[in-house]
C-alpha cells in the first residue's frame, strides 16, 4: 500500500453551515479552495474542528461528495469517523471508501473507557472492513476522556496492515516520541495534533501535523512545515513562534467556535457554529483574536 502522499500540514476543514444547519456548499467550496491555495498539503473532513458530532450521515456524505469534487485531485481528502458504535464507524467507513478518499481517520470512542482488547478489536474491525484505503488512527485524550497507549498503537501499527498512521492531539510530546520510535520499523505516519507543537513534532519524526489554524491562516502553519523540510530548521522555529500567539488566543473561547470565529474574521464567511455552540461574544475575548491576527498581517 503506497502511503508516500500522507505527510504535511492537513487542515481539519472546518464546515460551513447555513441557518438551517445545512451544509452550505458555497462556502464549503470556497473553504476547500482556500486551504489549497494557502498551500496545506491535504484536507481532513469532518474531524474535531469540522463539527462531525453536529452532522447526520447523509449530510456528511453530501459534505464528502462536494470536497471530492472541488478539490479535483489537487490535494488528498481525509475522512474522519468520530462514532462511538464499532458498527457506525464501519459504515461510514465504507461510505467514505466507495467515494475513493485517501484515507480515514478514527477517533477512539467517547464517553466510554474502553479496554487495550476492546479498543484494539474496534480499530482492527474498522480497518478490515476497508482493507484498501489507509487507517489512521486520531488519539484526542481531551476530549474524550482517555488516551490511546504507546502499547496499543504499537500492537496496531504491527498487527492490521492498513493501520498505517495517526494524528496525535494528546499534547504529551513524550507520547508522541513514543509512538514514533515504537513504530518506525513499519513507516507509520504519526502527525502532530496540536498546532504550536508543530515544528518539535517535526524535530522527533512527525510527518506533519493536522492543524486547525490551517482553516484561517494556512500560509502561516505552512510556513513552518515548508522551511523545516527545505533543511531551514531555525527558520522553522521562527515560523512556529510567529504562529503560536494568534493559535493561543483561540484559547479564550468555547470549543470549537474559535476556528470559525477567526476564518469569519478574516473574511471567508464561513457561518456560525452548529448549536448549542454560539460565535464569541465576549468582548475581551474577541478583541484579543482580533488583535493577534492584526498583529501576524492576516487583517
Known amino acids: 500500500m503506497n502511503t508516500d502522499y500522507i505527510k504535511g500540514v492537513i487542515v481539519p476543514i472546518i464546515t460551513p453551515c447555513d441557518a438551517d444547519e445545512k451544509i452550505d456548499e458555497a462556502g464549503l467550496r470556497r473553504q476547500v479552495d482556500f486551504c489549497i491555495d494557502g498551500g496545506l498539503q491535504g484536507i481532513l473532513a469532518f474531524g474535531s474542528n469540522g463539527e462531525f458530532y453536529q452532522i447526520e450521515e447523509n449530510e456528511m456524505e453530501r459534505g464528502l461528495e462536494i470536497m471530492l469534487d472541488q478539490s479535483a485531485g489537487r490535494v488528498p481528502i481525509y475522512f474522519g469517523i468520530g462514532a462511538i458504535n464499532t458498527r457506525k464507524c464501519v459504515r461510514l467507513a465504507q461510505m467514505a471508501a466507495a467515494h475513493g478518499v485517501a484515507g480515514i481517520s478514527v477517533l477512539q470512542p467517547m464517553f466510554l473507557k474502553p479496554t487495550h482488547r476492546e479498543l484494539f478489536l474496534h480499530f482492527k474491525t474498522i480497518a478490515e472492513a476497508v482493507p484498501d484505503t489507509p487507517v489512521l488512527l486520531y488519539n484526542n485524550p481531551g476530549r474524550v ?12 501499527a504491527h498487527k492490521v496492515e492498513n ?113 448549542p455552540s454560539l460565535p464569541t461574544e465576549e468582548e475581551p475575548v474577541y478583541e484579543m483574536m482580533c488583535a493577534r491576527m492584526r498583529e501576524a498581517g492576516l487583517i
Open 163 to 275: 493501520i498505517v498512521g495517526m494524528k496525535d492531539t494528546s499534547g504529551d510530546i513524550t507520547l508522541t516520541e513514543e509512538f514514533i520510535r515504537r513504530t518506525r520499523d513499519v513507516g507509520f505516519k504519526v502527525f502532530g495534533g496540536k498546532d504550536t507543537l508543530l515544528y518539535a513534532s517535526l524535530c522527533l519524526g512527525a510527518v506533519g501535523g493536522v492543524c486547525t489554524s490551517g482553516n484561517f491562516m494556512p500560509e502561516m502553519i505552512e510556513k513552518i512545515y515548508a522551511r523545516y523540510v527545505a533543511g531551514d530548521v531555525g527558520g522553522a522555529l521562527e515560523a512556529q513562534f510567529e504562529l503560536n500567539p494568534v493559535r493561543l488566543a483561540m484559547d479564550g473561547a468555547s470549543f470549537p467556535v474559535a476556528s470559525k470565529d477567526m476564518a469569519n474574521i478574516r473574511g471567508l464567511a464561513v457561518g456560525n457554529p452548529y448549536r
Open 145 to 156: 476522556g482517555y488516551s490511546m497507549t504507546a502499547d496499543l498503537v504499537d500492537d496496531l
